[in-house]
């Protein structure tokens, strides 16, 4: 069963960075479409940016254009997502997620339907 493994959680002062990765053990990564998701207690799960499987297309919610930048290393197996500008609102726990869709071969979809894959999550916490 593919699993995708999250890291680069922590707590950061409101206006810092933090980069997550996303490393998903398989031999044709190439082939998923892969998709950061966040989620706060009590609230619904939200897609905060995707990429197509073959990297040229990219998706963000509006809130996080601009400060957000996702990209794709297929050598190394891993997905980042480069988290610059942080806001307390931004404080979530971060899901990354992998699909395989015709669609999303070419174009960026931050639908949840779309993927399949989900990890565990990790922590993000802008805070003073």
């Known amino acids: 069963q593919l699993r995708p493994v999250e890291s680069g959680g922590g707590l950061v002062q409101p206006g810092g960075s933090l980069r997550l990765s996303c490393e998903v053990s398989?031999?044709?990564?190439?082939?998923?479409?892969i998709g950061w998701f966040r989620q706060a207690p009590g609230k619904e799960r939200e897609g905060v940016s995707c990429i197509s499987s073959n990297g040229n297309s990219t998706d963000y919610r509006d809130s996080v254009k601009g400060r957000f930048t996702i990209s794709r290393d297929n050598a190394k197996n891993t997905v980042y997502l480069q988290m610059n500008s942080l806001k307390p609102e931004d404080t979530d726990v971060y899901y990354c997620?992998?699909?395989?869709?015709?669609?999303?071969?070419?174009?960026?979809?931050?639908?949840?339907?779309?993927?399949?894959?989900w990890g565990q999550g990790t922590q993000v916490t802008v805070s003073s």
């Open positions: 997620a992998a699909g395989i869709r015709r669609l999303t071969t070419v174009r960026a979809m931050c639908v949840q339907a779309l993927y399949d894959y």
């Open positions: 398989v031999f044709n990564m190439d082939y998923y479409a």
